[in-house]
């Protein structure tokens, strides 16, 4: 079984949460910031969903074209 994160199962505090918005809006990946923040990546996504915070990265070009 896999290891639980330090945060694991414990309450967001504000702290978390502004730091999961500072950490979304600069396109860090969902795995960096789970270990930023201590969490499992599955809680990332789930937090970011309910806070309505958008992870999917601002930086792809559609397709895959280069530009």
Known sequence: MAKQPPKGGSAWSAADVALLR?????????????IKLGRSEASIY???AEL???LKPT??????RKL
């Open 52 to 54: 309505g915070i958008s």
């Open 46 to 48: 789930s937090k970011a």
């Open 22 to 34: 500072k950490l979304a809006a600069g396109n860090t990946p969902t795995r960096v910031i789970g």
């Open 59 to 64: 930086n792809q070009s559609p397709y895959n």
